[in-house]
C-alpha cells in the first residue's frame, strides 16, 4: 500500500508526510501539477492534495485531477463529496437545502430584475457575498435598498474583482495594528493595488449572479467544528472590533467550555448525511439554534494547534493533544484496505 502525496508549503502536507515516516507508512511525494502525474500515480493507490482554493493554477484542474484518480479506483483526499462544492457558497447553499440541514437562510438570483423586485420586499440587512472567498474575502453588510441596488447592478454589471485590494490592505493594516502580522505583509498589501495575484488575473470578473444571507444578529462571534471521520474539534472565533464578521479575526477561544454538544453532534450528523472526509462548519445563531454560514474541507493548520481536546463520534471528550492531519492519512489507508477488499470479492464473484 503507498500514497501519494503532493507536496505544498502551508498545506496539510507539511503534517501528513512526518506523520507517514514515523509510523513507516509507504509514500512517495508526486507532482500535480505535471502532465504525467497520473503515470506518477502507477503504483500507488491513494493520492492526497490539500489544494489552495486561492491558487490560480489549482482552480483550473484540482477538482478535475481528484475527481479522475477516484474514477481509476483509487482513494483520493479530498474525495468527490468533500470537495466537489469547495469555495462555492451557491453549490453549498443548494447542497444543505437538499439535505434540510439548518442553513442560515440564503437567496441567489441570476437575474437583475428577479433580485431588485426580491430586495424591495424584503427585510434589511442582509449579508452580500460572492460565492468564493474565505476569511471573510468579498463579505459586506448591506443595510439599504440603495445599497443593495448599487451591488446588484454591479453584479449584472461590470462585475466584481476576484481580489478586493482596498479592503485587503485594510484587513492587512487591522492585523498589523493587532501585532499578528508584519511590515513586510503590509507592503504587500501596498504592491497589490498595481500588481493583482495571479488568481485574480486568471480567474476574472465574478458576475451573472448575486447572493444574499439573512443576517444572524446578536452573534458576538462563530463556532467552527472540524469534522475528520469519526472524530471533531471546535474553535470559538470572537468577531473583529466594530463588524460583524467572525472569520479571520484572529481572537481565537479553545477550551471545551465554549462549546455544546448540540452543536457537536449537529456537525456529525451534517458530515455523514454528506459522506465527506473532512469537513469544516462555520454556526452562527439564532436563539440559541445552531445555523450553517458556509462550509469547507480545508482549513489553516496553525489556528487548531492550541485547541484542547477532541470529540469522538459518541460525544465523548478527549482531552489533550492530537493530531487530525495523522486521522487524514489514518482514514486514507483505512479506505483503500475497503477498497481491495472490495475487489477481492468482486474477483471471488466471478469463479
Not at 437562510?105 to 457575498?129: E, G, M, N
Not at 472565533?237 to 484572529?250: K, L, P, Q, T, Y
Not at 477498497?339 to 469463479?351: A, M, Q, R, T, Y
Request: aromatic share 16%; hydrophobic share 40%; charged share 30%.
Amino acid at each position: 500500500m503507498k500514497i501519494g502525496i503532493h507536496s505544498a508549503l502551508g498545506s496539510f502536507s507539511e503534517r501528513w508526510i512526518p506523520y507517514c515516516e514515523s509510523k513507516g507508512i509507504d509514500y512517495k511525494l508526486v507532482d500535480c501539477y505535471s502532465t504525467n502525474i497520473i503515470d506518477q500515480l502507477a503504483d500507488c493507490d491513494a493520492l492526497m492534495w490539500h489544494f489552495n482554493h486561492k491558487g490560480a493554477k489549482e482552480s483550473k484542474f484540482a477538482k478535475q485531477l481528484l475527481f479522475s484518480v477516484e474514477k481509476a479506483g483509487k482513494v483520493v483526499f479530498p474525495d468527490y463529496e468533500t470537495v466537489w462544492h469547495f469555495d462555492d457558497k451557491v453549490a453549498q447553499k443548494y447542497l444543505l437545502e437538499a439535505i434540510d440541514a439548518p442553513l442560515a437562510p440564503a437567496h441567489v438570483f441570476y437575474s437583475k430584475k428577479d433580485a431588485k423586485r426580491w430586495i424591495r420586499q424584503t427585510s434589511l440587512p442582509k449579508v452580500f457575498k460572492l460565492r468564493n472567498g474565505a476569511g471573510s474575502d468579498n463579505v459586506r453588510l448591506v443595510r439599504s435598498v440603495e445599497e443593495a441596488n448599487r451591488l446588484i447592478n454591479k453584479a449584472f454589471g461590470k462585475g466584481f474583482k476576484q481580489y478586493d485590494a482596498w479592503g485587503n490592505l485594510k484587513e492587512r493594516f487591522r492585523l498589523f495594528r493587532l501585532g499578528k502580522t508584519n511590515l513586510w505583509d503590509l507592503t504587500k498589501g501596498f504592491v497589490r493595488f498595481f500588481y493583482p495575484t495571479e488568481y485574480a488575473r486568471l480567474t476574472g470578473k465574478e458576475m451573472g449572479y448575486v447572493y444574499f444571507q439573512d443576517f444572524i444578529p446578536k452573534n458576538d462571534c462563530d463556532i467552527r467544528v472540524c469534522v475528520v471521520g469519526d472524530k471533531a474539534f471546535a474553535i470559538k472565533r470572537m468577531v473583529r472590533e466594530n463588524d460583524f464578521r467572525a472569520s479571520g479575526s484572529g481572537f481565537i477561544l479553545y477550551e471545551k467550555e465554549h462549546f455544546n454538544d448540540e452543536t457537536i453532534r449537529l456537525s456529525f450528523d451534517v458530515a455523514h448525511k454528506l459522506g465527506v472526509q473532512c469537513m469544516a462548519f462555520d454556526f452562527v445563531f439564532m436563539e440559541d439554534k445552531p445555523l450553517i454560514v458556509e462550509i469547507s474541507y480545508g482549513f489553516a493548520k496553525e489556528g487548531y494547534d492550541d485547541c484542547t481536546g477532541y470529540w469522538d463520534h459518541d460525544l465523548t471528550w478527549h482531552a489533550g493533544k492530537f493530531n487530525p492531519y495523522a486521522w487524514m492519512v489514518d482514514d486514507v489507508i483505512k479506505a483503500v484496505s475497503r477498497n481491495e477488499v472490495g475487489i477481492l470479492k468482486e474477483n471471488h464473484s466471478k469463479f
